[in-house]
């Protein structure tokens, strides 16, 4: 039987209320996420942590505005408003969220360049993120994926654990999406197509 790990992503202020990119009742997760967390050996918690100007920053492309889509060497990117920038108020974990002390903190959108939905691969689906190597070292066949938000991160991430081979359940009362024109039904919908367990 191999282990399970428990992937925590994205419960950041800028996406609660208040924040610079708030997802409808997104704090509603964190009880939620602090009871898995308590019954979980392993927990790896994500960050989105982006440098000042990164590239999917509406305000690094004159012009343009948020919620819009632009061609990018990386592919098609949606643009989003600051967000998350790193060593930012923002970008700090939600305070009520009850961190074990041995869990692994994996950042992402590091780079200002390319962006990362994935904790698997930034979206050039090349660049580790570093939950490979975690699960990896953990021995891990299997992740229970919650967190913020289910249309982006947590959509990736799952559709990135099953292009591994790894066993991938998303808690569905520990997600919550951005949801704009439908996009957590379709995020549903491409999870159960490859083999994600909604729980
Ligand atoms: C996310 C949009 C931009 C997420 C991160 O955590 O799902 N969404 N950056
Ligand atoms: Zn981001």
Not at 18 to 27: F, H, K, N, S, V
Not at 40 to 69: C, I, M, N, Y
Request: proline letters at 5%; a negative charge; aromatic letters at 6%.
């Amino acid at each position: 039987m191999s282990n399970a790990v428990l992937v925590v992503v994205d419960i950041q202020k800028d996406f609660c209320a208040g924040g610079r990119l708030a997802i409808p009742d997104a704090e509603a997760v964190i009880p939620v996420v602090n009871s898995l967390m308590r019954t979980f050996q392993k927990v790896v918690l994500t960050q989105d942590w982006h440098p000042p100007g990164h590239v999917s920053f509406a305000s690094s492309h004159p012009g343009r505005h948020a919620f819009e889509r632009i061609s990018l060497p990386s592919g098609d990117q949606v643009l989003w408003p600051d967000h998350c920038v790193a060593g930012s108020l923002g970008a700090a974990f939600h305070q009520a969220l009850v961190i074990p002390a041995n869990a692994v903190v994996i950042r992402k959108g590091i780079h200002p360049d390319l962006d990362a939905y994935s904790a698997f691969y930034e979206v050039d689906r090349t660049t580790p993120v570093g939950l490979e190597a975690v699960l990896r070292a953990c021995d891990a066949g299997e992740i229970l994926l919650a967190g913020l938000a289910t249309d982006y991160c947590v959509l990736q991430t799952a559709l990135d654990g099953r292009s591994l081979g790894y066993e991938v359940t998303v808690i569905d009362a520990g997600c919550r999406g951005i949801d704009q024109g439908g996009t957590v039904a379709v995020a549903w919908e491409a999870m159960a197509n490859a083999g994600v367990r909604r729980g």
